[in-house]
């Protein structure tokens, strides 16, 4: 079974750019997750999907942050401008939802974002 | 508010002896827990998890937990360490009311041929 994917892995852009990242869950997972990890730190959740809807999106700074997960499968997480701060690694995760295992996540391996 | 505490950044410990990495949590209502562990560049792994019934858990790679609800704490633990367990470990929480997830800071656990 294939794991979480996403894309790129590294992502070097300059201040005020946007960027986007793709993230595509186990198949047949219900909920999506993007989280930010800072340096040293634990995963911070940016915004959760329950399919295609975005039922916890209370830390994404909406402001230059956006995510959509069209047909509740993958999703795309952009940031508009980008900062110096928002330098970071991105993780996706997902889980099944539904079941003994609705509240195991599984997570991709990040994407590193460099903003130069 | 609803956190985790990992009180310990750093752990080291030889190869061959018991390892604990600490964790400590603070919800409301009744505690789901984790634990994950992270390898380099890579993406964390789910190691473990206590939902409800016995107290200690046993997960991958030989680890397990004991949840202590008296002490709000849910301890990693592993008989014998490997060297191929040095990583970071991370503890995550959510309340049996909610669907917040909450991560600790992780603790790197360095494990001393």
Redesign the interface.
Same mark, same amino acid.
């Given at each position: 079974e294939a794991g979480?994917v &996403?894309s790129p892995r590294y992502k070097i852009i300059e201040k005020k750019q946007p960027v986007a990242f793709w993230c595509n869950p186990i198949s047949g997972h219900n909920t999506l997750?993007w989280y930010l990890q800072n340096l %040293? &730190? %634990?995963?911070? =959740?940016l915004i959760?999907y329950e399919n295609e809807e975005a039922? *916890?999106d209370s830390q994404l700074p909406k402001d230059r942050f956006s995510a959509e997960r069209l047909k509740g499968v993958d999703s795309t997480l952009k940031i508009q401008p980008a900062e110096l701060g928002d330098s970071a690694v991105y =993780?996706c995760?997902s889980s099944p939802g539904g079941g003994r295992e609705r *509240?195991? &996540?599984?997570? %991709?391996? %990040?994407t590193r974002l460099t903003v130069l | 508010a609803q956190s985790v505490a990992q009180p310990e950044d750093q752990v080291n410990v030889a190869e061959g002896n018991p390892l604990t990495v600490k964790c400590t949590y603070s919800v409301s209502g009744n505690p789901y827990l984790f634990w994950y562990v992270q390898y380099p560049n890579r993406g964390l792994q789910f190691l473990l998890k206590y939902i409800t019934g016995d107290n200690l858990v046993k997960g991958s790679y030989g680890f397990e937990a004991e949840f202590n609800k008296s002490q709000t704490s849910f301890h990693l633990k592993k008989p014998s360490a490997l060297v191929s367990d040095s990583a970071l470990y991370f503890c995550a929480v959510r309340s049996n009311t909610g669907n917040q997830f909450y991560f600790g800071t992780g603790t790197s656990l360095t494990v001393i041929p």
């Amino acid at each position: 079974e294939a794991g979480v994917v &996403q894309s790129p892995r590294y992502k070097i852009i300059e201040k005020k750019q946007p960027v986007a990242f793709w993230c595509n869950p186990i198949s047949g997972h219900n909920t999506l997750y993007w989280y930010l990890q800072n340096l %040293g &730190q %634990g995963p911070e =959740l940016l915004i959760r999907y329950e399919n295609e809807e975005a039922v *916890d999106d209370s830390q994404l700074p909406k402001d230059r942050f956006s995510a959509e997960r069209l047909k509740g499968v993958d999703s795309t997480l952009k940031i508009q401008p980008a900062e110096l701060g928002d330098s970071a690694v991105y =993780l996706c995760a997902s889980s099944p939802g539904g079941g003994r295992e609705r *509240d195991t &996540q599984y997570f %991709g391996p %990040g994407t590193r974002l460099t903003v130069l | 508010a609803q956190s985790v505490a990992q009180p310990e950044d750093q752990v080291n410990v030889a190869e061959g002896n018991p390892l604990t990495v600490k964790c400590t949590y603070s919800v409301s209502g009744n505690p789901y827990l984790f634990w994950y562990v992270q390898y380099p560049n890579r993406g964390l792994q789910f190691l473990l998890k206590y939902i409800t019934g016995d107290n200690l858990v046993k997960g991958s790679y030989g680890f397990e937990a004991e949840f202590n609800k008296s002490q709000t704490s849910f301890h990693l633990k592993k008989p014998s360490a490997l060297v191929s367990d040095s990583a970071l470990y991370f503890c995550a929480v959510r309340s049996n009311t909610g669907n917040q997830f909450y991560f600790g800071t992780g603790t790197s656990l360095t494990v001393i041929p």
